[in-house]
Nanobody, 129 residues
Framework: QVRLVESGGGSVQAGGSLRLSCAGS????????RGWFRQAPGKEREGVAV?????????YTDSVKGRFTISQDNANKNALYLEMNSLKPEDTAMYYC?????????????????????WGQGTQVTVSS
């Protein structure tokens, strides 16, 4: 059974940093595209960043490029991270870890929520101005 558990969320001031972690179990990382999504109150869930099954490709939504970095743990590749720097109030949301049964996330469709088969319960990120 695939299980994804997020941690690392919290409250920070604008300009601050956070590192989110996703502990994965019950799946083989090399067969899954994995990533981070977020959902703010009253808004649809949106893709933030994803990484392909072999770690070779990453995709980011435009609003976080240059500020966020997605990575997988070198020793335990089922673990996923999202380093978030220069945080802005508009980054405030519940952040979810997700996994899709696909080797490549797809340069066009990577952010489509329906493509992802497994989801964590989320970790809250709040950025104050």
């Amino acid at each position: 059974q695939v299980r994804l558990v997020e941690s690392g969320g919290g409250s920070v001031q604008a300009g601050g940093s956070l590192r989110l972690s996703c502990a994965g179990s019950g799946y083989t990382y090399s067969r899954y595209c994995r990533g981070w999504f977020r959902q703010a109150p009253g808004k649809e869930r949106e893709g933030v960043a994803v990484i392909s099954s072999n770690g070779a490709r990453t995709y980011y939504t435009d609003s976080v490029k240059g500020r966020f970095t997605i990575s997988q743990d070198n020793a335990n590749k089922n673990a996923l991270y999202l380093e978030m720097n220069s945080l802005k109030p508009e980054d405030t949301a519940m952040y979810y870890c997700a996994a899709a049964r696909a080797y490549d996330c797809g340069s066009v469709s990577w952010a489509q929520v329906y493509r992802y088969d497994y989801w964590g319960q989320g970790t809250q990120v709040t950025v104050s101005s």
